[in-house]
């Protein structure tokens, strides 16, 4: 998953160090007219936002939801009174948050968040003996614990994520990488020949299939959608 959090305050500040310290890919947009730009340009699964961003003149939360309908939003104030609340959710917000709530509380919400985007109601993946905790960025094979360093695991959720969906490669690194500089290709070559060596252990029932000159498609078990999410 990959967070853009909006940082028009120290508070903000605060949660973008405090999210990347727990592993969580991070965007980090300090000026708010530049907002929509990196929109546009960065995948991202939620977007973070202080509540004085929306004083600006450049957007609003209907402008926001508008451009992006299927982007989570949370909007966060210190204390936010009911009338704010009812307002920022009416206009668009899936969630107000408060600045003063304890950060576990506040990552958990927001993992929560991040997931439903994807239409899911748990945070564990299940696809055969491959399961995927997107909270606790952990993988396992047969129940035994697979140790992935960051980047494979980010590569790994992603395609874990969006099951026999073809995935461009651009697309892969882009939700990795962000707005930093990419690896050349022969980096991204190993990461993909690591992960598929990792899920030999699967005996073949969850694979990474090349579509040459397209991208790739993780194969997984034909198993109802409902149980996708365990």
């Known amino acids: 998953m990959r967070y853009m959090i909006a940082e028009g305050s120290w508070s903000m500040v605060g949660l973008s160090v405090a999210l990347k310290e727990k592993g969580i890919l991070l965007t980090r947009c300090e000026q ?27 957007f609003t939360l209907k402008d926001l939801r508008l451009r992006f309908p299927e982007l989570a939003v949370a909007v966060m104030q210190q204390t936010p009174e009911p009338e704010f609340i009812v307002r920022a959710l009416d206009h668009g917000a899936d969630a107000v948050l408060d600045h003063c709530a304890p950060l576990e509380e506040m990552s958990a919400r927001l993992q929560a968040l ?6 899911l109601a748990h945070s564990n993946l299940v696809f055969g003996p491959f399961e995927i905790d997107i909270d606790l960025r952990m993988v396992s094979i047969h129940g035994e614990t697979i140790k992935l360093t960051p980047k ?40 993909m020949c690591n992960l598929r060596s990792m899920l030999k252990a699967t005996d ?4 990474i299939e090349t579509v040459r000159g397209a991208g790739f498609r993780l194969h ?6 409902d149980e996708v999410a365990a």
């Open 204 to 207: 073949g029932e969850v694979e």
């Open 32 to 58: 708010p007219e530049d907002l929509l730009l990196y929109l546009e340009t960065c995948q991202t699964d939620l977007l973070v936002l202080d509540a004085d961003n929306l004083q600006h003149d450049t």
């Open 114 to 119: 991040a997931r439903r985007r994807h239409g």
């Open 152 to 191: 494979l695991y980010e590569l790994m959720e992603y395609l874990a994520l969006r099951p026999r969906q073809l995935v461009s490669r651009s697309a892969l690194l882009g939700h990795v990488y962000g707005l930093n500089d990419e690896p050349n290709t022969r980096v991204f070559d190993v990461y």
């Open 220 to 225: 997984v078990p034909d198993v109802p959608e």
